[in-house]
């Protein structure tokens, strides 16, 4: 399978501020990439989906000009929290897929803590 | 629209005891059935899948379309096995997009 990581892996940052997190497929050509919100003991909620040189389709609730995600080659994506809030603080997961499966793999998140 | 139900959030059992974790779906086509388990501060991976109908760490699942179910069983629970575990529904038809239960935390008492 893919191997993904995620950048930072746990941040923390004033409120007001903009964080950026990196998603990389290491050996996989990821047609397509998702990112996820998982709060405390509860399961993932889907973001946002995004297709390598295309924009990305957010889910309904996302703030798309809040959530900014590029996803400028088949191994990276990036998503932007920007004027981060304390209520943004959470555990952001970016998975990858693009096989001949229906598989994804996940990063292993990032922990971002808004003070 | 697709939903993925696990009535379950948390789920002991005996080490040894036999393990049944509960999977139902809604979906009008022919998905695609996934579990997925996250072990304590690791990232979530792929346990098995239901076409390929193989047995992954001792865990088996069928698909039961009539039933729209598609339950994670093990025989005899292990420590290990504690984790938290999530069914996933692809609609297929070319999509990527998972679908997410909210997950069974399955405890194993030594």
């Known amino acids: 399978g893919a191997v993904v990581s995620q950048h930072p892996s746990w941040v923390i940052c004033k409120s007001g501020t903009s964080v950026k997190i990196e998603c990389r497929s290491l050996?996989?050509?990821?047609?397509?990439m998702f990112w996820y919100r998982q709060f405390p003991k509860q399961s993932l909620m889907l973001m946002a989906t995004?297709?390598?040189?295309?924009?990305?389709?957010?889910e309904q609730g996302v703030e798309k000009d809040k959530f900014l995600i590029n996803h400028a080659s088949l191994t990276l994506s990036t998503l932007t929290v920007t004027s981060a809030h304390p209520e943004d603080s959470s555990f952001y997961i970016c998975?990858?897929?693009?096989?001949?499966?229906?598989?994804?793999?996940f990063g292993p998140g990032t922990r971002l803590t808004v003070t | 629209a697709q939903r993925v139900t696990q009535p379950e959030k948390l789920l002991s059992v005996f080490k040894g005891a036999p393990v049944e974790l509960k999977c139902n779906y809604s979906?009008?086509?022919?998905?695609?059935l996934f579990w997925y388990v996250q072990y304590s501060r690791q990232r979530l991976q792929l346990l098995l899948r239901?076409?390929s109908r193989e047995s992954i760490k001792g865990f088996t699942a069928d698909l039961n379309k009539g039933e729209t179910s598609f339950h994670l069983k093990k025989p005899f629970a292990q420590e290990e096995d504690s984790a938290m575990y999530y069914c996933?529904?692809?609609?297929?038809?070319?999509?990527?997009?998972?679908?997410f239960g909210k997950g069974t935390k399955l405890s194993v008492i030594p």
């Open positions: 998975s990858v897929a693009g096989g001949v499966t229906y598989e994804q793999y």
């Open positions: 050996d996989f050509q990821a047609t397509t």
């Open positions: 995004s297709n390598e040189g295309s924009k990305a389709t957010y």
């Open positions: 979906y009008s086509g022919s998905p695609e």
């Open positions: 239901h076409i």
């Open positions: 996933a529904l692809n609609p297929g038809a070319g999509s990527y997009q998972l679908t």
